[in-house]
């Protein structure tokens, strides 16, 4: 067999170890045999084959198993162009407001979804750093980082609120926030209600 492919032998494990399995259980789910688990997650090596199974195995996009390198996510480009996105919309307003005699709501409004996508990148990349260590993400899903960030932007516009205006803005920014902290609590509400793991639904 053409060892072909490069594997990031640290992911593997760690989403094997998050998932509680052992590498006779992931040998299982993956349809490979124990030897290419051992050897997976020992140096790496693996064959297209190999990976497409793990990614199957573990519901993860193919690039997450790739090397890291720096600048470079594990979790392909997803979480950089929503950064990019949510910048770039927060920027545009910021513009809008200072055109309109600065408007202090567009502007409040336009820096809070700058700071949203500036904690996307930011969260993104901690855990990228992390996996690269061998370490858990503290933010194990997109929508955990997602929700966090919204969150944070909640938490901008009460106090943008109250710095502009000398009011605390409790209504808009607790409504983002709050929204942060549902998207945040509805995997492990799901969870709870169904049963069973469902940002990373077991393969069969």
Not at 5 to 30: D, Y
């Amino acid at each position: 067999m053409l060892y072909d492919m490069s594997i990031n032998a640290e992911q593997v494990r760690a989403l094997r170890e998050s998932r509680g399995w052992s590498q006779e259980h992931l040998a299982e789910v993956a349809g490979l045999s124990l030897r290419t688990i051992q050897r997976v997650e020992a140096d790496g090596r693996g064959s297209r084959e190999t990976k497409l199974s793990l990614a199957a195995a573990f519901d993860v996009p193919l690039g997450r198993l790739s090397i890291v390198v720096p600048g470079e996510s594990v979790q392909g480009c997803g979480a950089e162009h929503t950064s990019f996105s949510l910048t770039t919309i927060g920027t545009l307003l910021v513009v809008i407001g200072i055109i309109a005699a600065a408007n202090m709501p567009l502007l409040i409004a336009g820096v809070a979804i700058i700071v949203s996508g500036l904690s996307v990148y930011s969260l993104n990349y901690l855990n990228v750093m992390r996996r690269a260590a061998g370490m858990l993400p503290l933010l194990a899903s997109s929508a955990s980082v997602s929700g966090l960030s919204l969150m944070i932007s909640g938490s901008f516009v009460i106090l943008l609120g109250f710095v502009v205006s000398g009011s605390i803005w409790w209504i808009p920014g607790g409504i983002i926030a709050a929204s942060g902290a549902m998207v945040m609590l509805w995997p492990l509400l799901m969870k709870r209600l169904i049963g069973g793991d469902t940002t990373n639904p077991p393969v069969e």
